[in-house]
T-cell receptor
Framework: AQSVTQLDSHVSVSEGTPVLLRCNYS??????LFWYVQHPNKGLQLLLK??????LVKGINGFEAEFKKSETSFHLTKPSAHMSDAAEYFC????????????FGAGTRLAVHP | GAVVSQHPSWVICKSGTSVKIECRSL??????MFWYRQFPKQSLMLMAT?????????EQGVEKDKFLINHASLTLSTLTVTSAHPEDSSFYIC?????????????FGPGTRLTVT
C-alpha cells in the first residue's frame, strides 16, 4: 500500500524568504514521487518528479526536492518565495514508472506575504 | 508537451438529471485515464481508472452505476453522473499518463465544476 502525509496544511512566508513544504511517504515498493501545484479553480501543474534517478530533483519556477529514502521524505523547497507562488501544493506517490494511479497528499496551502 | 482537455469547464444541472463530462488527450494516445473528484479546500480523491476497450475500475466506495465511465477511443474518456444530487456537486478532474523518457507523467485536465441544484 502507498500513502502520503503532508505535514503542514498551511504555510505562510514573506516574499523573498525560503519555502519548505514537507512530505513523507509510505510505499511497499520503489515509488515515483511528484509535486503538483494548483492555483485557484485551475488544473494541476507538475512541478517536479522523482523516478529513481538523481535524488535531488530540480523543477520549474526554482523549486527543488530531495528524495531521502532513509527518512521516507520528499520535501519541496525554494530559496526565495515569489507572490505568484501562492497556491495549493500536492505531494503525490505512485508506483515506480508513474503510469498507474496517483495517491495524493492532503495538500499544503502556501501563502506569500509582501 | 502533452495536453489534456475537459468539457465542459463548468455545468449547472437540476437534481435528478444526468451530466456527461468529457476528457480528451489532445496530442497523444491514452489507453488509461483517471478520474478524480475534489471537494472545496480538499485534496483529489481517485474515483476510477478508465480503460480503453474494457470496463473501468472503480475505487472502493464509488458507485459504478452512478458514475458511468466510457473510454470509447484512445483519446476520449467520458464520465456521466447519473441522477445527480446536490452532494455530487464537486470539481471533477481527469488525468492521462504520458511517456516522458523512461517514465510516465500524469497530465491533468483543467477540471469541470459541477453544481447540482
Amino acid at each position: 500500500a502507498q500513502s502520503v502525509t503532508q505535514l503542514d496544511s498551511h504555510v505562510s512566508v514573506s516574499e523573498g524568504t525560503p519555502v519548505l513544504l514537507r512530505c513523507n511517504y509510505s510505499s511497499s515498493y520503489s515509488p515515483s514521487l511528484f509535486w503538483y501545484v494548483q492555483h485557484p479553480n485551475k488544473g494541476l501543474q507538475l512541478l517536479l518528479k522523482y523516478t529513481s534517478a538523481a535524488t535531488l530533483v530540480k523543477g520549474i519556477n526554482g523549486f527543488e526536492a530531495e528524495f531521502k529514502k532513509s527518512e521516507t521524505s520528499f520535501h519541496l523547497t525554494k530559496p526565495s518565495a515569489h507572490m505568484s507562488d501562492a497556491a495549493e501544493y500536492f505531494c503525490v506517490v505512485t508506483n515506480s514508472g508513474g503510469y498507474n494511479k496517483l495517491i495524493f497528499g492532503a495538500g499544503t496551502r502556501l501563502a506569500v506575504h509582501p | 508537451g502533452a495536453v489534456v482537455s475537459q468539457h465542459p469547464s463548468w455545468v449547472i444541472c437540476k437534481s435528478g438529471t444526468s451530466v456527461k463530462i468529457e476528457c480528451r488527450s489532445l496530442d497523444f494516445q491514452a489507453t488509461t485515464m483517471f478520474w478524480y473528484r475534489q471537494f472545496p479546500k480538499q485534496s483529489l480523491m481517485l474515483m476510477a481508472t478508465s480503460n480503453e476497450g474494457s470496463k473501468a475500475t472503480y475505487e472502493q466506495g464509488v458507485e459504478k452505476d452512478k458514475f458511468l465511465i466510457n473510454h470509447a477511443s484512445l483519446t476520449l474518456s467520458t464520465l456521466t453522473v447519473t441522477s445527480a444530487h446536490p452532494e455530487d456537486s464537486s470539481f471533477y478532474i481527469c488525468s492521462a499518463p504520458y511517456r516522458a523518457g523512461n517514465s510516465y507523467e500524469q497530465y491533468f485536465g483543467p477540471g469541470t465544476r459541477l453544481t447540482v441544484t
